[in-house]
């Protein structure tokens, strides 16, 4: 089945610790994204990758790191940086033909 | 700066009582309009795109339409699967036409 995987789906963390959430997709869409979303918000763009070894910040991209090293694979990095990281994440691809983003399952970061 | 809308925060239904969501925008060029479906602690799961006024699209009990400053996401007769809370998503045209702008959902309740 074609889709996009994140893992893990439930992530703790200590004050003051990295920690990474992994995205994977086979839909060999090129672009991928990272969302956040906060209770009664709309998703917030943290980073996004139009093509491999390229990806630019989106709105609150402070705090957080990606790469884009394989088509597949967008891992984003929360750093001790980011004040306020309790969030559910989410990623997403899109096919540059139609511009429609496919979202993966999620993942919810705690901070301990 | 692109800005969403949607309204009301909340509705609550009797199955098989149809009524209206919306989503009010503000664009300076419209790419493409979207609606997703997100169940508690999943991603948002893709529904439909609309691209000029005047368009609508069906899927089963759901029926999206779209003017110049509004989309509605009309549901008929609802039943208690269709519970959820429903996003509204505009993508510009210009230097940002990548990204997605959301409206913060209408939690929907279907009672039986």
């Known amino acids: 089945d074609g889709g996009i995987t994140q893992s893990p789906k439930y992530l703790f963390r200590k004050e003051g610790q990295n920690v990474t959430l992994s995205c994977e997709q086979n839909l060999n869409h090129d672009a991928m994204y990272w969302y956040r979303q906060d209770p009664g918000q709309g998703l917030r763009l943290i980073y996004y990758s139009q093509i491999v070894n390229d990806f630019q910040k989106g709105d609150i991209a402070e705090g957080y790191s990606v790469s884009r090293e394989k088509k597949e694979s967008f891992p984003l990095t929360v750093t001790s940086a980011q004040k306020n990281p309790t969030a559910f994440y989410l990623c997403?691809?899109?096919?540059?033909?139609?511009?429609?983003?496919?979202f993966g399952p999620g993942t919810r970061l705690t901070v301990l | 700066e692109d800005q969403v809308t949607q309204s009301p925060e909340a509705l609550r239904l009797q199955e098989g009582e149809s009524s209206s969501l919306n989503c009010s925008y503000t664009?300076?060029?419209?790419?493409?309009l979207f609606w997703y479906r997100q169940d508690p602690g999943k991603g948002p799961e893709f529904l439909f795109t609309?691209?000029?006024a005047g368009e609508e699209k069906e899927k089963e009990r759901l029926k999206a339409t779209l003017t110049k400053k509004e989309s509605f996401l009309h549901i008929t007769a609802p039943k208690p699967e269709d519970s959820a809370t429903y996003l509204c998503?505009?993508?510009?045209?210009?230097?940002?036409?990548?990204?997605?702008?959301f409206g913060a959902g209408t939690t929907v309740t279907v009672r039986a």
């Open positions: 664009v300076s060029g419209l790419r493409g």
């Open positions: 997403a691809s899109s096919d540059t033909n139609t511009d429609t983003q496919y």
């Open positions: 609309l691209y000029s």
């Open positions: 998503a505009v993508q510009g045209i210009g230097a940002n036409d990548y990204k997605l702008s």
